[in-house]
């Protein structure tokens, strides 16, 4: 089945920018999204790409798409402290309703 | 405003109890979900229903049963709870057409002691 791999921490300073990346082996993966989950909270869709997308972007965050090397990109401009989180990838074949989600990055944001 | 709830957000309950874990969306979503979450493990999914009546099994259904008598409300049940069950249960919802996104409540923290 699909797989998808995520490193788990990344540190970045307040006002950088952070890269968090995602692998997947599924070269089917039509719907690719980001979540994000607060402390305590449950998950939140951030923004998703379709498979024939290279590049979304939309206001702080730009999602980049290599489907030749099954990356996937989520950039964060000007990262705050509010934007500490574990962030999720997923992606999905479409049409079976059930992403396979990467472990998480868990991201901290330090002043 | 899409709505995911969950019925509980903290629970304890003793090893053996009959835990009932419910949710509801109201946004006429035909998919529903249960996951739990662990650290290190990321989201694992239990169950899933695609309609009223109906289950299918995710990748860890062994300890657990759900149950889907209305479109809005699906629910998790432990029959006999143990202490590697203590976990946070995140429910998810998703429409059959478009995106496909899941939607998630606020998940509920199980303590099995």
């Known amino acids: 089945g699909e797989d998808v791999e995520q490193s788990l921490f990344l540190s970045v300073r307040e006002g950088d920018s952070s890269v968090i990346n995602c692998t997947y082996t599924d070269s089917s993966s039509t719907y690719l999204y980001w979540y994000k989950q607060e402390p305590g909270a449950g998950l939140q869709l951030l923004t998703y790409i379709f498979s024939n997308m290279d590049m979304k972007q939309d206001q702080r965050l730009t999602v980049l798409l290599n489907k030749k090397d099954k990356h996937l990109s989520l950039r964060i401009a000007d990262t705050q402290t509010g934007d500490s989180a574990i962030y999720f990838c997923a992606v999905s074949p479409g049409g079976s309703y059930i992403p396979t989600f990467g472990r998480g990055t868990s991201l901290i944001v330090h002043p | 405003d899409v709505k995911v709830t969950q019925s509980s957000r903290y629970l304890v309950k003793r090893t053996g109890e009959k835990v009932f874990l419910e949710c509801v969306q109201d946004m006429d979503h035909e998919n529903m979900f249960w996951y739990r979450q662990d650290p290190g493990l990321g989201l694992r999914l239990i169950y899933f229903?695609?309609?009223?009546?109906?289950?299918e099994k995710g990748d860890i259904p062994e300890g657990y049963s759900v149950s889907r008598e209305k479109k809005e409300r699906f629910s998790l049940i432990l029959e006999s709870a143990s202490t590697n069950q203590t976990s946070m249960y995140l429910c998810a919802s998703s429409s059959r057409t478009g995106l496909e996104t899941q939607y998630f409540g606020p998940g509920t923290r199980l303590l099995v002691l």
């Open positions: 229903s695609y309609d009223v009546k109906m289950k």
